[in-house]
């Protein structure tokens, strides 16, 4: 049995959608193709909210009365750190999801499917400064950390990606307006815009931009993508640096079999695949990864053998090269993937090829 909790409802929940549909459909295919070291899969799934004691409900829950012996791709970045001080002590493991975070990479029970933060913050904007625009103004969400931690990353990496930060706004995903920000970077000569938000703010703002005869080129981070934005014509050319592999790709098998479940299983969920739908697919396919130690009576502590026996494995291309280690930090190849939205569809930029430092 394994569980997954995620921000599936609220402000967040059109980002996170494709993700639980990618999921259900990884437990399909997984089962259809021999389950966990011959177990089935099974899955209880949880919504918190973005709500911390919401989260420690569902987390205690699914491991003292569901019996889960982990978690599997669980998109919490309002709140998934409130769990964690439990899950350490009942020692299960929660492997992949939505890695926004640095606890992600600070502790030994989680075990992220993809790159760190600034890694692929820092690919989006060498791809901006390869387009010839240096100068950027960055507008970074108040309603989690994680926002922030982003937009400080690009300010720390800012020389060596080759631009300059001249602005920097906080904004709410939920706020009416983004003129004042958009006339503040103009003003600042930002020639693009790195947005730190949900996918409708990403449209709201680069619409209100447009208004006032602004209109840079725009970056952001795969995780907040949503469907939406491929029809929003002041978005062509929208960058973003993913940390998991493109979910249009299809040039390594274990990528053709992401798309082939979700045609089989979900022929209707097509148009609503997203970063996170890839993230949580690497996910699965990371505990397929670590199963190999499964038992007649498969425990949490066999799949932490599994996993901490993982070396350099990029799950048929799905993911950076992941090495874990026993009851330590995870080691996670410094790789990302740039993608480009292109006349309301989106391209890898380097055909397939991920970008590793």
Same mark, same amino acid.
């Given at each position: 049995?394994?569980?997954?909790? #995620? ?16 999921? +259900?459909?990884?437990?399909? $295919?997984?089962?259809?193709?021999? #389950? ?28 003292? !009365? ?6 599997? #791709?669980?998109?919490? @970045? ?23 975070? /640095? ?41 989690? @950390? ?28 939920? !706020? ?24 409708? /703010? ?13 209109? @840079? ?6 995780? #907040? ?27 390594? @098998?274990?990528? !053709? ?44 502590? +066999? ?5 901490? /026996? ?26 990302? $993937? ?7 569809? $989106? ?11």
């Amino acid at each position: 049995m394994l569980g997954n909790v #995620g921000n599936y409802d609220g402000i967040l929940a059109p980002i996170f959608a494709g993700a639980l549909t990618s999921l +259900q459909a990884w437990v399909k $295919w997984t089962n259809a193709h021999g #389950g966990l070291n011959c177990h089935p899969v099974s899955l209880v799934s949880a919504d918190d909210g973005g709500d911390p004691s919401t989260n420690i409900t569902e987390t205690e829950q699914m491991v003292e !009365q569901d019996h889960v012996i982990a978690f599997v #791709g669980d998109m919490v @970045p309002l709140d998934g750190n409130a769990s964690l001080s439990y899950l350490e002590s009942v020692h299960v493991p929660v492997i992949g999801g939505d890695a926004s975070s /640095s606890y992600w990479y600070d502790s030994p029970v989680l075990f992220p499917e993809g790159s760190e933060v600034q890694v692929s913050t820092d690919g989006a904007a060498r791809e901006s400064a390869h387009e010839g625009h240096t100068k950027v103004a960055v507008f970074y969400c108040l309603e989690d @950390p994680f926002c922030e931690a982003y937009y400080e990353s690009l300010q720390s990496d800012a020389t060596s990606d080759g631009v300059q930060v001249v602005y920097a706004g906080e904004v709410s995903l939920v !706020q009416p307006s983004f003129t004042a920000e958009c006339l503040a970077a103009q003003q600042a000569g930002a020639t693009s815009v790195f947005e730190v938000l949900d996918g409708s /703010s990403d449209a709201r703002a680069a619409q209100d931009c447009s208004v006032q005869g602004f209109n @840079p080129l725009y970056f952001t981070i795969s995780i #907040g993508v949503t469907p939406a934005i491929q029809q929003v014509p002041q978005l062509n050319g929208l960058l973003l640096g993913a940390n998991d592999f493109p979910w249009i790709d299809n040039y390594t @098998p274990a990528q !053709q079999e992401f798309h082939q479940a979700l045609a089989q299983y979900d022929p209707g969920a097509a148009s609503s695949i997203v970063g996170s739908s890839a993230s949580a697919w690497a996910s699965g396919e990371l505990v397929v990864a670590a199963s190999k130690y499964l038992g007649t009576q498969p425990t949490s502590s +066999q799949l932490f053998e599994g996993l901490w /026996s993982i070396k350099g494995d990029t799950l048929g291309g799905l993911a950076p090269p992941l090495t874990f280690t026993e009851n330590g930090y995870p080691s996670i190849g410094k790789c990302y $993937w740039v993608m480009k939205l292109q006349n309301g569809n $989106w391209i890898d930029v380097d055909h397939g090829q991920a970008v590793c430092e």
